[in-house]
């Protein structure tokens, strides 16, 4: 992802820094969606595997990239508590 657009995102939510998520954030929402467990925070199974995300450590929100393009639609994040 481009550094100057990392530098700039935020969760819509918490208005806190994003990160790209790392290899242990990756593999916990993997394995959440390998198992038939992930639903989005408005309660939508998600079955599409994640190879990039940004993460929000504070507050354990993911936000999916999809094609290089952040989705940052907090109803579509993960809640990884």
Do not use: W
């Amino acid at each position: 992802m481009n550094p100057e657009l990392l530098a700039i995102l935020v969760c819509p939510r918490s208005k806190k820094k994003l990160a790209l998520a790392d290899t242990v954030v990756l593999d916990r929402v993997n394995s959440l969606i390998r198992a038939g467990a992930c639903k989005d925070i408005s309660g939508q199974s998600i079955s599409e595997s994640a190879s990039e995300g940004l993460y929000q450590a504070e507050t354990k929100i993911f936000y999916f990239v999809r094609e290089h393009i952040p989705v940052l639609i907090y109803e579509n994040a993960l809640e990884l508590k």
